[in-house]
């Protein structure tokens, strides 16, 4: 049976190679996950089947960007919604600048309290659409996930790139069709795409991670 909005559930424990992984960032991200068990669901943040599994779906899925950014710089997460992968590279990447654009409000003030809570100082939160960032300066690496496909990704954020910079997005299985559609888009925005299976340290899937660098 499916669970429901609002149905008990027992927590996911995260593994003693999960507690290695994200070292000395752990406790943070553990108490970000507390978080999401307490108000993820309440607040329309997480789906009901996916409370059970916030450290393998989520918190352990976002964290397969930490090896794709560069060691200082700019990071901006389009489309933020429950903060991930944003919250977790501004935990576990602390040199980091990193700006979340998030257009809904409820999701917003959910992030805001988050920042608060976990005293990142590393963080600005935005209230816009990626679009609406377009001339306002550029971004070293962006990040996405769970937003769109390739092809609309690229459309979309191209524009907030900078030179050199890279497009760094989480995807499932379908990465390589994705990639395969967009081929158009990447050639037109002068990117080039490579696409990096990432095995996950909790479950049997992998994650992949496409990182289209700006050529020019």
């Known amino acids: 049976m499916k669970r429901k909005v609002g149905d008990p559930f027992i927590p996911e424990q995260p593994t003693d190679e999960v507690r290695e992984f994200f070292g000395p960032a752990f406790s943070d991200v553990e108490e970000y996950v507390h978080m999401l068990e307490e108000e993820g669901e309440i607040r329309g943040l997480v789906g009901p089947r996916e409370m059970p599994r916030l450290w393998s779906r989520h918190a352990v899925n976002a964290a397969a960007v930490l090896d794709f950014l560069p060691r200082s710089g700019q990071i901006l997460d389009i489309g933020s919604g429950a903060g991930l992968p944003g919250i977790i590279i501004a935990i576990c990447r602390p040199e980091l600048d990193v700006h979340l654009a998030e257009p809904m409000q409820r999701r917003c003030e959910w992030l805001s309290d988050v920042i608060d809570h976990l005293a990142l100082d590393n963080v600005t939160l935005h209230?816009?659409?990626?679009?609406?960032?377009?001339?306002?300066?550029?971004?070293?690496?962006?990040?996405?996930?769970?937003?769109?496909?390739?092809?609309?990704?690229?459309?979309?954020?191209?524009?907030?790139?900078?030179?050199?910079?890279?497009?760094?997005?989480?995807?499932?299985?379908?990465?390589?069709?994705?990639?395969?559609?967009?081929?158009?888009?990447?050639?037109?925005?002068?990117?080039?795409?490579?696409?990096?299976?990432?095995?996950?340290?909790?479950?049997?899937?992998?994650?992949?991670?496409?990182?289209?660098?700006?050529?020019?």
């Open 127 to 216: 209230q816009v659409r990626a679009e609406e960032l377009r001339g306002k300066g550029q971004a070293d690496v962006i990040t996405a996930r769970a937003v769109a496909n390739m092809s609309k990704l690229i459309r979309m954020t191209t524009k907030l790139i900078a030179p050199g910079g890279s497009l760094v997005a989480l995807k499932g299985r379908r990465a390589p069709i994705e990639i395969d559609e967009a081929a158009k888009e990447l050639k037109s925005h002068h990117l080039r795409a490579q696409i990096h299976e990432v095995p996950s340290i909790m479950e049997e899937e992998s994650t992949y991670v496409v990182v289209c660098k700006r050529q020019k």
